[in-house]
């Protein structure tokens, strides 16, 4: 909220939070004072973050090797999108865990718990399920072409949106079709999602948009009260078990 009023002033044209903004940044600020005092030849297009999904991966083949060995039943889609965007049509929660983890502490798509947007009590019995005591709503997860008509004032130079570090005052009309994501100050922070950094996320929430109108999920992070955001395939299915999702 501390940045949305400081991208709201007068004098401010955009503002940009790094996505690792604890700790865990102070990696990526090393290596930028690295370049910036030894490279020959600076360009300040070196400085331009793509996407932070920065961690490691698994294959299909390591996952399923976890399912069988904790005796979890799974079955494989081609086009998981479209069997995702069904089930979340359907009401249901998902914990979704795919290609490379997120760098910074905000679930991205990757390894996210994603739900509609439509049940103002989810935040209540989502948490409980989680054995979370959070507060807060839940962030919104919406497709790059749609933001401008949910969010006041949201423009595609907007990066700090894309990492879910900035909140937004919702359009009025768009508030009744969101109510799980948006905040008692009629805010949201949204995780703006473009398919050049993650096809398949993009893809599940246009699959949820032909089935309900509405190109917005829930999006929280996959992990348990107290426990670390997951990474591999035991702790998502820890996580999965746990949570009873």
């Given at each position: 909220k501390l940045n949305q009023r400081i991208h709201n002033l007068p004098e401010v044209d955009n503002i940009f939070v790094y996505p690792a903004m604890g700790d865990d940044g102070l990696s990526g600020g090393a290596a930028y004072i690295a370049y910036y005092e030894q490279a020959e030849v600076k360009d300040k297009k070196?400085?331009?973050?793509s996407d932070i999904y920065k961690g490691g991966e698994?294959?299909?083949?390591?996952i399923k090797t976890a399912l069988d060995k904790n005796n979890v039943e799974c079955e494989y889609f081609e086009n998981v999108e479209v069997e995702i965007g069904r089930i979340l049509a359907d009401s249901k929660v998902v914990g979704r865990f795919n290609g490379k983890?997120?760098?910074g502490p905000?679930?991205?798509g990757n390894r996210s718990i994603i739900a509609s947007p439509f049940d103002p009590s989810i935040n209540d019995w989502l948490n409980k399920k989680l054995n979370r005591t959070e507060f807060m709503p839940f962030a919104p997860s919406i497709n790059r072409e749609h933001a401008k008509d949910y969010f006041i004032g949201y423009?595609?130079?907007h990066v700090a949106a894309d990492y879910m570090t900035v909140t937004y005052d919702v359009i009025e009309e768009m508030k009744e079709k969101m109510p799980a994501v948006v905040h008692i100050d009629g805010t949201a922070r949204p995780q703006i999602v473009d398919p050049k950094?993650?096809?398949s996320y993009h893809k599940i929430i246009d699959e949820f948009y032909k089935l309900s109108g509405v190109p917005v999920v829930l999006n929280?992070?996959?992990n348990i009260h107290e426990q670390p955001i997951v990474y591999?395939?035991?702790d998502a299915i820890n996580g999965f078990l746990e949570g009873k999702l």
């Open positions: 070196n400085g331009i973050i698994f294959t299909n083949e390591e983890m997120e760098y905000r679930s991205l423009k595609n130079k950094t993650n096809a929280t992070s996959f591999s395939p035991q």
